[in-house]
């Protein structure tokens, strides 16, 4: 069955980076687009990033463009999120997504705090 298995997550100060991964399994990774999404306590889960099979096409929401990159390397059957300059706004816990929109990670949890 699906798996995917989040890490990279932890506390970081105001304006330092994080790289998450996402590894995959259970399925034909280099076949499916994948997606980022981050929750808050209370809130819906929104979408942060998603990148398409070739990792040529990518889409962020406007709250971290310029600042995070989703990349994947389909030989390692993983998915990346590169965050700088991260902000405390950008504190959740973030999921993997993919293949389909009912697949999901455990999650990671991101804090940014001085």
């Known amino acids: 069955q699906v798996q995917l298995v989040e890490s990279g997550g932890g506390l970081v100060q105001p304006g330092g980076s994080l790289r998450l991964s996402c590894a995959a399994s259970?399925?034909?990774?280099?076949?499916?687009?994948m997606s980022w999404y981050r929750q808050a306590p209370g809130k819906e889960r929104e979408l942060v990033a998603r990148?398409?099979?070739?990792?040529?096409?990518?889409n962020y929401a406007d709250s971290v463009k310029g600042r995070f990159t989703i990349s994947r390397n389909n030989a390692k059957n993983t998915v990346y999120l590169q965050m700088n300059n991260l902000k405390p706004e950008d504190t959740d816990v973030y999921y993997c997504?993919?293949?389909?929109?009912?697949?999901w990670g455990q999650g990671t949890q991101v804090t940014v705090s001085s």
């Open positions: 990148i398409g099979t070739l990792g040529r096409i990518t």
């Open positions: 259970g399925f034909t990774f280099s076949i499916y687009g």
């Open positions: 997504n993919g293949p389909t929109r009912n697949d």
